[in-house]
């Protein structure tokens, strides 16, 4: 919700509105992505941890590890979405410190997620052995390579196309002369000041 017009600062204009829609759909895909890999992985790598384990308690112990790591991940997906939303709503308000966070955030997106599409997100999951030792790690990865849904790297990389595209047009919008304004100060004695009472005649 952004604050109402005042005659120091001007009306939120459309390029920071824009910017901020982008914010929440960044955050929602987050959220989004996070659910669709816990889903598309966890069973698979289960599986495979217990196919590569060389006994029953080992299988157990590498498959609660596995989901422990994927809960992690998604904990940790979950409060950059919340981060997103927090400086959408910030940004909204005109906080000017807000924007500088949010250029370095979606910067740090552009590049993580850029790298994450030109290693091919769900192959690198599907290449996932994360085992040594007694383990076999050759049937870890082909059970995994066999478990993981067809459906799953094309949505990742469709998700993540996108939240890459949403930075980017965050970072633009919020970068563009008609925005400049609405972050911008007014300095003291230039805006609107409240009136000041009359002094009170006591005699």
């Known amino acids: ?7 120091d600062r001007p009306a939120r204009p459309g390029t920071v509105s824009a910017a901020n829609y982008l914010l929440y759909a960044m955050a929602a895909l987050v959220v989004a ?6 889903g598309g992985t966890n069973a698979a790598g289960r599986a495979a941890m217990r196919a590569g384990a060389p006994d029953p308690a080992t299988a157990d112990t590498l498959a609660s590890f596995w989901t422990g790591i994927l809960i992690v991940v998604v904990v940790a997906e979950f409060l950059f979405a919340a981060a997103l939303f927090t400086l959408a709503v910030l940004t909204g308000n005109g906080s000017n410190v807000a924007r500088i966070i949010t250029w370095v955030v979606a910067g740090l997106a552009i590049c993580c997620c850029g790298l994450s599409l030109t290693g091919g997100g ?12 007694s383990v076999n790690q050759a049937e870890v990865q082909r059970v995994m390579q066999q478990q993981i849904p067809g459906w799953l790297e094309p949505v990742n990389l469709v998700i993540t196309a996108l939240i890459v ?13 008609a925005s400049h304004p609405y972050f911008r100060r007014t300095p003291p004695g230039q805006g609107w000041e409240p009136p000041v009472p009359p002094p009170i005649d006591n005699g």
């Open 1 to 7: 919700m952004a604050l109402p017009a005042s005659p």
């Open 33 to 38: 992505d996070s659910i669709v890999t816990f």
């Open 122 to 133: 769900g192959r690198g999951i599907a290449r996932y052995s994360g085992t040594s030792g």
């Open 165 to 177: 595209l949403a930075a980017i047009g965050v970072v633009i919008l919020l970068a563009l002369p």
